[in-house]
């Protein structure tokens, strides 16, 4: 939490607390949050879908999704990132076969999400 509060964006997720409980856990171990040295002795109960809409309206770049990384090349400079449209395969659109996309940038951040 206080890296959302150092960049202003745990104001906008407040509305959309379900709960804020003084403990949790960690691998099965018990966290009691009132012990630890930090503005914020508790943990938040937010739905992803909220904190995800919080972050996307604050960011300088867009977010992609449905897409697979197939490749990536970095040079002093830039990021070329290789990405196959989910659903595609490299013989029916995907990067080197004319209708995958490739995207440039001074950096990237990328994850994954389960499927299925």
């Known amino acids: 939490m206080e890296l959302l509060a150092d960049r202003d964006l745990l ?6 607390v379900r709960a804020r409980l003084p403990h949790g856990h960690f691998s099965g171990i018990r966290v009691d949050y009132s012990s630890l040295p930090t503005a914020f002795p508790h943990q938040l ?10 972050l996307e309206d604050h960011l300088r770049a867009p977010v992609l999704r449905g897409r697979e990384v197939v490749s990536v090349e970095q040079d002093d400079r830039s990021v070329t990132v290789g990405l196959l449209r989910r659903g595609t395969t ?6 080197g076969y004319g209708r995958g996309e490739r995207l440039v940038a001074p950096g990237i951040v990328a994850g994954e999400v389960a499927s299925g």
């Open 90 to 95: 490299p013989a029916s659109g995907g990067l």
């Open 45 to 54: 109960g937010v739905e992803q879908a909220r904190v995800e809409e919080v």
């Open 11 to 16: 104001e906008p997720l407040l509305p959309h």
